[in-house]
C-alpha cells in the first residue's frame, strides 16, 4: 500500500471512529441517528453487489429497517406495539408486487431483500437493544461493542502481520491468519477485561468472555461479508470511506458481534 493510502486510510479512519464515539457518548438520539444511518447504507451496498437493486426492493429494505429499529428504540413509544404487523405488512405488500411482476421468478427478487433485513437489520436492533437497558441511557454499553470489535480487528492485524505465519481461510480471505486471530482474540479478551475494571456493570468474567466471543464471531462476520463480496466479484461494498471501502467492509464483523453480545446479556446476564 502507498504512503498516501496510508495516510488517507488513517485519516478517514480516525475522522469515522470520533463521529461514531461522539454520537454514542453524547446522547441515545444521537447514536440512534447514526445507526439508522449506518445500517441504511449497509443496506444499499448489500443490494449494490448482490445485483438485485430496484427501486421496490429499496423501499421494502429501508421501510422496514427504519420500522424496526425505531421500534427498538423506544424513542417513539405509542409506536413500538405495532412495529411487527407493520413489518410484516410491508412484507405481504412486497410479496404481492413481485408476484405479479415476476410470476415463476419470484425468488429471484425475494431473497435477497428479505435476506438483507434479517442480515443487517436485525443485528443493528439487537445493538440498540442491548445499548438501552431501562429508562436511563448508558453510553458505555454501545462502546463496549464498539471497542471490542476495534480492538479484535486491530489487534488481529498487529499480530497477524508480525507472527502470521498458518492462513485461516486463504480462499476467502487471503490475508487473515490463526496467529492473527488467536492474538487479536487474547487482546481483546483482555480489552473485555479492562473495560469491566473500569465499567464494573460488565462484570469481570463477562468482560473477557464477551472479548473472546466477539472475536470469533466478529472473524465469522468478516469472512462471511468476504464470500458474499467474492461471489459478487467486487473488491469492496462501497466508496464511502477512502481507504476501506464501504460501511458494510466495516460493519461486517460489528453485524455478527452485536447479537452475539446481545444474546449473550439477554441468556447469561
Known amino acids: 500500500m502507498a504512503k498516501n493510502d496510508v495516510y488517507i486510510r488513517s485519516f478517514s479512519g480516525l475522522i469515522f471512529v470520533a463521529i461514531v464515539v461522539c454520537a454514542t457518548v453524547f446522547s441515545f438520539a444521537t447514536l440512534f441517528v447514526i445507526t439508522l444511518f449506518i445500517s441504511s447504507v449497509c443496506l444499499v451496498e448489500f443490494l449494490n453487489i448482490r445485483k438485485t437493486a430496484s427501486f421496490i426492493q429499496y423501499t421494502f429494505v429501508h421501510t422496514n429497517n427504519a420500522v424496526l429499529i425505531t421500534a427498538a428504540s423506544g424513542i417513539w413509544p405509542a409506536f413500538t406495539p405495532y412495529a411487527?404487523?407493520?413489518?410484516?405488512?410491508?412484507?405481504?405488500?412486497?410479496?404481492?408486487?413481485?408476484?405479479?411482476?415476476?410470476?415463476?421468478?419470484i425468488m429471484q427478487t425475494i431473497v435477497d431483500p428479505v435476506f438483507a433485513v434479517f442480515y443487517i437489520t436485525l443485528p443493528f436492533v439487537c445493538f440498540i437493544l442491548f445499548s438501552k437497558q431501562g429508562e436511563a441511557y448508558n453510553w458505555q454499553r454501545p462502546l463496549l461493542i464498539f471497542i471490542l470489535v476495534w480492538a479484535s480487528d486491530t489487534f488481529a492485524y498487529v499480530a497477524g502481520r508480525l507472527f502470521g505465519r498458518t492462513y485461516l481461510f486463504p480462499a476467502l480471505s487471503p490475508k487473515k491468519t490463526v496467529e492473527g486471530w488467536v492474538g487479536g482474540t487474547l487482546l481483546a479478551a483482555a480489552a473485555g477485561g479492562i473495560m469491566a475494571y473500569f465499567w464494573p456493570f460488565i462484570g469481570m468474567f463477562n468482560g473477557i468472555a464477551l472479548g473472546v466471543l466477539v472475536s470469533l464471531f466478529g472473524t465469522m462476520g468478516d469472512l462471511?461479508?468476504?464470500?458474499?463480496?467474492r461471489n459478487a466479484g467486487v473488491k469492496d461494498t462501497g466508496k464511502i470511506l477512502p481507504g476501506h471501502g464501504g460501511l458494510l467492509d466495516r460493519f461486517d464483523a460489528f453485524i455478527f458481534a452485536a447479537v452475539i453480545v446481545y444474546a449473550w446479556y439477554v441468556f447469561v446476564g
Open 84 to 105: 411487527i404487523p407493520i413489518s410484516i405488512a410491508i412484507f405481504l405488500i412486497y410479496f404481492t408486487v413481485q408476484l405479479f411482476r415476476q410470476g415463476i421468478d
Open 224 to 229: 462471511f461479508e468476504s464470500a458474499l463480496k
